[in-house]
């Protein structure tokens, strides 16, 4: 009596557990999910899960968000011979994941033929397939829908009375569409040419033709278009646009290198187009300004004597006349008396017309030792005709002029 008592107690009694495994199977029991799954899959590192213990580590798995992992490892505990609803619940989910419906669904008879009340235990909110039943928990689906919007009313049939004429009834009648509108029924049919997007090309070359012609903001817009619909045109902007200083243009370069990955380019063209424009523009325009009275009055002074002396009197004309000058100052007239003063007439009359011949003419005859020397005469001025004549002729040298006067004047 004894020993049939000893061996009955003995096998009623479950095989012992390692204690690691009954404290995370409480851990999630009690909800603490990431300590449990922790605890599971270090043991399953380790190889230390028994039966209970996959099935274990296959809910977690499931209620933390890996379903895939989760089916894998109820998978295992069914080959394992397990015969927990958990592990057919688990595994029913995987196969409705992965496409498999028909084994979904035998895996679900399995677990509601097992325990068919405490299904809705097991998910305990979480979400189901289709291939399970409705969660008794859940509200009941009302008669009217989002889009249901009931049957069409039928309008009443008029009575005909031929003998009396057709008059306006009291009562409106129904009409035979519904009175509210549903979802979509307000909506109109929309053109299929109005949802149709530009080409980006077509915006691109239009964008380049207006900024030919001088259309700023047009062109601005063109590309623009371009460039969001094809992010691609981003370097064809940056250089069609290059050098641009209207706002718009820059703001568009902005955006033209933001979309190439110049972020910084970007940043500094947007400041740039915030204060208005390029700032040696503005600065360009008064230091032109400024350098247009400065250079005026720099090319006064820097004129040739030519450009700046009176066109009518020659330049050539101021130097002689000074020598002119000089020599009667320094060299004082002699007198001449009355008697003497016919000859000299005559005399300067014949040196003015030796002067105004060529030199090839009055070339100056040797000079004879037998003729008696003369006095030179001193020429003080010469009259204004005189110096026209020597501005037209080639100069002449000052000893053949002399020795030719002399000359002259010893002929009878």
Same mark, same amino acid.
């Given at each position: ?49 028994? /039966? ?121 009648? /129904? ?63 940056? #250089? ?96 001449? #008396? ?9 005399? /300067?009359?014949?040196?003015? /017309? ?59």
């Amino acid at each position: 009596m004894t020993a049939d008592t000893t061996e009955l107690s003995a096998a009623e009694t479950p095989p012992s557990r390692h204690i690691e495994l009954v404290l995370a199977h409480t851990h999630l029991r009690l909800g603490m999910l990431p300590l449990a799954r922790t605890e599971l899959e270090t043991l399953a590192a380790e190889g230390a899960l028994d /039966s209970g213990g996959l099935v274990d580590l296959a809910e977690v798995r499931w209620r933390t968000g890996d379903l895939v992992g989760a089916g894998e490892v109820a998978e295992a505990a069914l080959k394992g011979g397990t015969e927990d609803p958990v592990a057919f619940v688990v595994a029913s989910e995987a196969a409705s994941r992965d496409g498999r419906p028909s084994e979904a669904r035998r895996l679900a008879m399995r677990a509601l033929a097992m325990t068919p009340e405490k299904i809705d235990l097991i998910f305990a909110g979480m979400p189901r397939s289709s291939v399970w039943g409705p969660d008794a928990h859940e509200p009941a689906p009302t008669v009217q829908t989002l889009f249901d919007r009931g049957p069409d009313p039928v309008p009443p049939l008029a009575e005909s009375h031929p003998d009396e004429p057709n008059r306006g009834s009291a009562t409106p009648q /129904s009409s035979p569409h519904p009175m509210t509108l549903g979802l979509w029924a307000g909506d109109e049919e929309e053109d299929p040419a109005a949802s149709t997007l530009p080409e980006p090309a077509e915006a691109f070359d239009a964008g380049r033709e207006a900024l030919v012609e001088g259309s700023f903001d047009e062109a601005a817009f063109r590309l623009g278009l371009a460039l969001r619909l094809a992010p691609a045109l981003a370097p064809a902007v940056l #250089e069609i646009t290059d050098g641009a200083r209207a706002r718009s243009l820059i703001l568009l370069r902005g955006d033209a290198y933001r979309q190439a990955g110049h972020e910084t380019e970007a940043r500094q063209a947007y400041v740039i187009a915030a204060r208005g424009g390029l700032p040696e523009r503005r600065s360009r325009v008064r230091m032109k300004s400024t350098l247009s009275g400065a250079g005026a009055t720099a090319a006064a002074g820097l004129a040739p004597p030519s450009a700046r002396a009176d066109p009518d009197i020659p330049d050539e004309a101021e130097p002689m006349a000074a020598t002119d000058q000089s020599v009667a100052e320094a060299e004082p007239v002699e007198p001449i #008396e009355p008697a003497a003063a016919e000859p000299a007439a005559a005399e /300067s009359s014949a040196a003015e /017309s030796a002067a105004a011949e060529p030199v090839a003419e009055a070339a100056p005859p040797e000079p004879d030792a037998t003729e008696p020397e003369t006095e030179p005469i001193v020429v003080t001025a010469q009259p204004e005709s005189a110096t026209e004549v020597e501005e037209t002729q080639p100069a002449v040298d000052d000893e053949v002029t002399d020795q030719a006067i002399e000359d002259r004047a010893g002929e009878p």
